[in-house]
């Protein structure tokens, strides 16, 4: 094993971190889980017993939220950690009620930021002419990158996560709430913590293979692509895999009792229901107007800053 001096877990850790961090970090991956049984089996956890996440292993998650790749150098991303129980409450509220906010110990809320690298060039004397709608993809990109590293190495020292698209759902409030400057946006969040009495679900299912993996090309005709969905489709209906998380009938703004039979709801409805709910067009214009009140111009393409 290499020594402290020149192990480069403990360098990677140090550079971010101090060396005091990086040591108890460098303790934490010897015992960590391999990464490719953690990615294989990973599975969203939504139920946390409430013990703190320690220091060091908050150190570890910092480390891996900051140390993936970034677009161009220019980390175009903030992560916000908040344990205090009154703000996440709070945020679970400005999410959409996602109760396994307020439950974890740790709540990530992952920002675009796309006020540093403005700053720094108008700094050196230059006009601002990246586009922000551009930018905003790329610093995307990039902090999701850190959210995953973090998830997985959560989920090697034995801590459950969650993936949490709903921030976007209450951007504003949660940056006035955080208190971030203009053009920090929050867009995702992940949820941390030991999994409620010690139970790991088990892996969700996933579409198959050839429907998610093309070799050198798109290969796959309309009508294949119809068969494998059917078979996935069916699968999950007999396996009762959405019945769970079955989107309730009132959601789809179509009045009357839901035609789908218990034990019929599978991939299919749900994909369906998920997409076509009403409360997608009030979603989707609050982030029209939440984006641009925090300083991003995402429609502007030939603007540019003096």
């Given at each position: 094993?290499?020594t402290?001096?020149d192990?480069?877990?403990?360098q ?7 060396d005091?961090?990086a040591d108890?970090?460098?303790?934490l991956?010897?015992r960590?889980r ?8 990973h599975a ?5 017993d409430?013990?703190?996440v320690p220091d060091?292993v908050?150190?570890a998650l910092e480390?891996?939220?900051v140390?993936?790749p970034?677009s ?6 903030a992560?916000?950690l ?5 703000r996440?409450r ?7 009620e ?12 992952g920002c675009?930021?796309l006020?540093r690298?403005r ?6 004397g230059?006009r601002y002419?990246a586009?922000?709608l551009r930018?905003l993809i ?5 902090l999701?990158?850190?959210?995953q590293?973090a998830?997985l190495?959560a989920?090697?020292l034995?801590?459950g996560?969650?993936?949490l698209g709903?921030v976007?759902n209450?951007?504003l409030e ?5 208190r971030?400057?203009?053009?920090v946006v929050?867009?995702?969040?992940l949820s941390?913590?030991?999994p409620?009495g010690g139970?790991?679900?088990?892996p ?5 293979l050839?429907l998610?993996?093309?070799?050198e090309a798109w ?7 119809a068969?494998?969905?059917?078979h996935?489709?069916a ?5 009762r895999?959405f ?13 009357g009792?839901?035609?789908i ?7 299919r409805?749900h994909t369906?229901?998920?997409q076509?709910?009403a409360?997608?067009g009030p ?6 107007v939440?984006?641009?009140?925090q300083?991003l111009r995402?429609?502007?393409t030939g603007?540019?800053d003096g």
């Amino acid at each position: 094993m290499p020594t402290a001096s020149d192990d480069p877990v403990r360098q990677a850790a140090a550079s971010v971190l101090g060396d005091a961090a990086a040591d108890a970090v460098r303790t934490l991956a010897e015992r960590s889980r391999g990464v490719l049984p953690t990615v294989l089996t990973h599975a969203s956890v939504r139920h946390f017993d409430p013990d703190p996440v320690p220091d060091d292993v908050v150190a570890a998650l910092e480390a891996a939220l900051v140390r993936g790749p970034t677009s161009s150098a220019l980390h175009s991303y903030a992560h916000v950690l908040v344990r205090d129980p009154v703000r996440k409450r709070r945020m679970a509220l400005l999410a959409g009620e996602q109760r396994w906010i307020d439950q974890a110990p740790l709540l990530i809320v992952g920002c675009a930021d796309l006020r540093r690298a403005r700053e720094v060039t108008h700094a050196q004397g230059y006009r601002y002419t990246a586009h922000d709608l551009r930018m905003l993809i790329s610093a995307t990109a990039d902090l999701t990158v850190g959210l995953q590293n973090a998830s997985l190495s959560a989920q090697s020292l034995g801590y459950g996560t969650v993936l949490l698209g709903g921030v976007l759902n209450g951007s504003l409030e949660i940056a006035q709430d955080l208190r971030l400057p203009e053009r920090v946006v929050p867009l995702v969040g992940l949820s941390v913590g030991r999994p409620a009495g010690g139970h790991w679900p088990a892996p969700r299912p996933r579409l198959p293979l050839p429907l998610l993996v093309h070799h050198e090309a798109w290969t796959l005709d309309s009508d294949a692509e119809a068969a494998l969905i059917d078979h996935h489709d069916a699968h999950t209906r007999a396996a009762r895999d959405f019945e769970g998380r079955r989107i309730p009938w009132s959601e789809m703004g179509l009045g009357g009792d839901d035609p789908i039979a218990d034990g019929a709801y599978g991939w299919r409805e749900h994909t369906a229901r998920k997409q076509g709910r009403a409360t997608w067009g009030p979603q989707g214009a609050k982030v029209d107007v939440d984006l641009p009140a925090q300083g991003l111009r995402v429609r502007g393409t030939g603007e540019v800053d003096g």
